[in-house]
């Protein structure tokens, strides 16, 4: 069974540029999570779609980043136009429910630079 | 917030010998799940190990072990006869079992170098 996938494993772009992170998360998975680790920081949360719909966007930073998940399956992460502080690691994840002892699948990430 | 803490930003231990990885956190909350996670070089973050506040007995899965102690909000992570396939960045996370967003609280990471 394929795991959770992300594209581009790594991006450079220059402030001011739009990238969009793309995750396919495992099939069958309704619950779909972006995280994103800043350098020398913790994983933080950004946010938490069941299927199609947004159930918890509170991490998001600020209106540059738009995340979406148009039938319920993959999902994109834009972020428009990029600062520098967005440099990070942007993790995906998955999970079959919402149970909260359950395990969370995540990816191997997708490494973001912004110069 | 769930604050989660990890001391140790970097770990070394020898093969076949025993590690413990630190990590509190920070929680008014009653009912919650702990967890570790493992993330080898570019390599995808995995589960190790899990544990739920309610259960008293420790988790433990084959060479990983957990010491949770809950009135000191205490979470370590044991791992005996440590191989070389165990170098690894190690996070600690905290996830609410009452809240509805169910998000997880990292730590910053323990780097955990395996020397032969």
């Known amino acids: 069974e394929a795991g959770v996938t992300q594209f581009p494993s790594h991006s450079v772009i220059e402030k001011g540029q739009t990238v969009t992170l793309r995750c396919d998360p495992i099939?069958?998975?309704?619950?779909l999570y972006w995280y994103r680790r800043v350098m020398g920081k913790e994983i933080k949360f950004l946010l938490h779609f069941v299927k199609e719909s947004k159930q918890d966007e509170s991490g998001m930073p600020n209106n540059r980043f738009l995340a979406e998940r148009t039938g319920g399956t993959y999902s994109t992460l834009k972020v428009q136009p990029a600062e520098l502080e967005d440099s990070g690691v942007y993790f995906c994840?998955?999970?079959?429910?919402?149970?909260?002892?359950?395990?969370?699948?995540f990816g191997e990430g997708s490494w973001l630079t912004v110069v | 917030a769930q604050t989660v803490t990890q001391s140790q930003p970097e770990m070394s231990v020898q093969e076949a010998e025993t590690v413990t990885l630190s990590c509190t956190y920070d929680t008014s909350e009653s009912d919650y799940y702990l967890f570790w996670y493992k993330q080898p070089p570019s390599r995808q973050m995995i589960l190790v190990i899990r544990?739920?506040?309610?259960?008293?007995q420790n988790a433990t899965e084959n060479r990983f072990s957990v010491n949770f102690q809950k009135a000191a909000k205490s979470f370590s992570l044991k791992i005996s006869d440590s191989q070389l396939g165990d170098a690894a960045m190690y996070f600690c996370?905290?996830?609410?079992?009452?809240?509805?967003?169910?998000?997880?609280?990292f730590g910053k990471g323990t780097s955990l170098l395996v020397t032969p």
């Open positions: 099939s069958g998975h309704d619950n």
């Open positions: 544990q739920e506040a309610y259960k008293q």
């Open positions: 994840a998955s999970s079959h429910d919402r149970h909260p002892g359950n395990t969370i699948y």
């Open positions: 996370a905290y996830r609410s079992a009452l809240n509805s967003g169910y998000a997880l609280n």
